[in-house]
């Protein structure tokens, strides 16, 4: 399983913003495309995960769930070996921890949801005044 490094995690206000990271261990993103996963709060524990965006290994497609479109952008710098979520407009139902999975099929990295037996840590996200 190819493992990844979430970052930009926090605390923030409703209407706030937040960028999240996500660099590789030991691999080369520009050979996958990624996809941001959340776990929200209230979800019964298990290995699937719900999908929030993804793009694909050019950068040249993204796609984001019906929750956040307009609010969240997904891009990614491949000579920093590095993929971003940059959060605008958060609101509470936001609040989850985010993971990236990078994977060579863009139609599952874009899926509406996904299932692993190893998530990582991922990042946390809250969003509470």
């Known amino acids: 399983q190819l493992q990844t490094v979430e970052s930009g995690g926090g605390l923030v206000q409703p209407g706030g913003s937040l960028r999240l990271s996500c660099a590789a261990s030991g691999f080369s993103l520009d050979r996958y495309a990624i996809g941001w996963f959340r776990q929200a709060p209230n979800q019964a524990p298990g290995k699937e995960r719900q999908?929030?965006?993804?793009?694909?290994?050019?950068?040249?497609?993204?796609n984001y769930a019906d929750s956040v479109k307009g609010r969240f952008t997904i891009s990614r710098d491949n000579a920093k070996n590095t993929v971003y979520l940059q959060m605008n407009s958060l609101k509470p139902e936001d609040t989850g921890v985010y993971y990236c999975?990078?994977?060579?099929?863009?139609?599952?990295?874009?899926?509406?949801?996904?299932?692993?037996?190893?998530w990582g840590q991922g990042t946390q996200v809250t969003v509470s005044s």
């Open positions: 999908g929030i965006s993804c793009i694909s290994k050019s950068g040249d497609y993204t």
């Open positions: 999975v990078p994977h060579s099929a863009v139609v599952v990295a874009c899926a509406r949801s996904y299932e692993r037996d190893n």
